[in-house]
């Protein structure tokens, strides 16, 4: 097996590749795969990574022709935003069309929300079956609150958001207890009427408010490029000085969040709404 490991049996893999017309073959033992647009679902990742020995991956840095070799019994992870009460679409598309060498023997997710997450399990696990691959296990995790895109929805205040990560701490340890024991298990907080929530709403928010064509930027934009940076999604171009966003966006609000300057906006509905970066908090 063409994978190495150095410094230790719990240090992180080195990993070879093998390229061929066509594909490239990636070899791992373990594996995460996350999408994040603020943060909160990237440091997620990563701490599940650092405490399972496991090798963390954008799913937007991949390219789809890339072939992943599972070990027998390996874990297999996605960590992903909640967007709507359900997971992104380029997770789902991620999901679906994944190529491994092996069927994952413990497939499982966790998500991060600002508040409930609705029927993500349901909707994740519906996706890998159709492939015929079988969830084990989901977990929710509260992150600070990151759309502010309709009236009535914002970011916390300092204070909440400071208390939402504390929790978040202690409950990744409980989560990374339960994935290293391979727990079948679904702990997500669905919230107040989860179906309607997931089944109803959220496909009239997908169409109707999943889209770039409301962004633009304002006077104060100072052409740094950081939006175009930010995006998860490549999906912004700087031409002229200024973003344009094209037809890929996923609403992750990378770029709202990351301008120095508040001068990207949605509509006229972020003009007077807050900002969010996650920032790992100090070591206890």
Known sequence: MPVDYKGGEHSKPVIRSFVTPRVRLLLFFTMI?????????AWVAQQLGEALHEAVHRITDKLPN?????????????????????????VLEWLARLLCSETPSYLYFVCTCGDDAGKTALLFRKV????GWVCKAGFSVTMPNTYVCLPGFD??????????????????????????????????????APYTKSYLLR?????????ASRFHVMETCIS??????????????????????????????????HCPKHAVAYGNQTRKKGQYIFKSPKPV
């Open 33 to 41: 795969f996350y999408f994040s647009g603020t943060g909160n679902s």
């Open 155 to 192: 970011v916390d205040s300092v204070e909440v958001e400071k208390q939402k990560i504390c929790d978040a701490r202690s409950r990744i340890v409980q989560v990374i207890e339960w994935v290293d024991r391979k727990v079948s298990r679904f702990d997500c907080h669905e919230g107040g």
């Open 203 to 211: 496909p009239l928010f997908n169409r109707f408010f999943v889209s």
């Open 224 to 257: 740094c490029g950081k939006c175009e940076q930010a995006c998860p999604m490549h999906n912004i171009q700087m031409k002229e000085g200024k973003p344009e966003w094209g037809s890929q966006c996923s609403m992750c609000l990378a770029c709202y969040h």
């Open 66 to 90: 890339q072939i992943y070799t599972l070990q027998p019994r390996e874990r297999l992870g996605f960590v992903f935003p909640v967007y709507s009460w359900g997971p992104p679409s380029v």
């Open 128 to 131: 890998a079956e159709r492939r």
